[in-house]
């Protein structure tokens, strides 16, 4: 009787999308940062393909039991998990990768910042899926709220961003990503478990000989501290629970709706500048915070009927 208060409150708290939105954005955040950090020490193609290898790993003996049930689902629909798998696994984050070693943090920031808009293209895209007058109304704030942070609330910082070769692999990431968000209403139904598994372990293997190449031209990854701290936040944070809580929320929300939720980025990063940077905050920081907020509650809310 004692598990059954903890089996309610999982249940309750996985049917919940405002707790579902969070950690993505909170984890993708780091992601970014990180990125960019240690990019002239660990390869992008390694960082990538370890990060789905060990992510895998990790969740295999949680996933077993389910992976046994779904197996004939996967089979019967392994075309779409290889849709899925190529954008949203094997190319996102290792175009991301590439392109942090060749930009800032803040061009990327500001790039992802534009992928909400990206999905709701790929959904009508796709799918003819429009948005409200009133919806349209809430991406706009909240991508307005997204640039006042990640721009200091300083005009002349946009206008002032110089783009370059980087630039391009994470806006091509960034595409695929969207494509991946408005794909996911065709995932098989199977458990989350199942599905993340599966899709970290195909796009792992579609990797390795891109990881292979990157070694053999003269980038082999070192196994330092840096490297492997690296690896071990990228497979557990943002991928593991970012993944799970991402990919609950498009199916509970639609994926217009939670893609809005990666608006929270800059709000985040943020937030984590202010707890371990020492950044003190600023209007500018409340001013962006509250349009994100205003832009999220107007573009999600339910139609009244």
Do not use: K
Not at 174 to 188: D, I, K
């Amino acid at each position: 009787m004692s598990g059954e208060p903890a089996a309610a409150a999982r249940t309750r708290f996985w049917d919940q999308p405002w707790f579902l939105l969070l950690p993505a954005p909170l984890f993708w955040s780091g992601n970014f940062v990180l990125g960019r950090a240690v990019a002239d020490a660990v390869p992008p193609v390694a960082l990538a393909f370890w990060r789905w290898t060990l992510g895998a790993l990790i969740l295999l003996p949680f996933a077993l039991p389910y992976l046994r049930r779904d197996l004939p689902a996967i089979r019967q629909h392994w075309r779409i998990i290889v849709l899925l798998t190529v954008p949203g696994i094997a190319i996102f984050n290792t175009f991301a990768y590439i392109g942090l070693g060749h930009t800032t943090a803040l061009n990327g920031v500001m790039i992802q910042s534009s992928m909400p808009v990206m999905i709701v293209g790929m959904s009508f895209l796709f799918f003819r899926d429009t948005v409200t007058p009133v919806q349209a109304l809430g991406i706009a704030v909240s991508l307005t709220g997204a640039m006042t942070l990640v721009s200091r609330a300083d005009p002349a910082a946009l206008a002032n961003l110089h783009f370059n070769v980087g630039d391009l692999w994470i806006l091509a990431a960034c595409v695929a990503y969207a494509a991946y968000t408005a794909l996911l209403r065709r995932r098989p139904s199977v458990h989350g478990f199942s599905f993340i598994v599966v899709t970290f372990l195909l796009g792992a293997a579609m990797l390795l000989p891109f990881m292979v190449w990157e070694g053999l031209s003269g980038r082999p990854l070192q196994l330092t501290p840096t490297s492997l701290a690296a690896i071990g936040y990228v497979a557990v944070f943002p991928s593991i629970l970012a993944y799970i809580a991402f990919n609950r929320a498009v199916l509970l929300l639609g994926a217009n709706r939670a893609g809005l939720s990666i608006h929270l980025i800059p709000v985040f990063g943020s937030i984590l500048a202010m707890l371990f940077l020492g950044e003190r905050p600023q209007w500018f920081h409340a001013a962006g915070i509250a349009l994100i907020a205003a832009g999220v509650v107007l573009a999600t809310r339910r139609p009244q009927t």
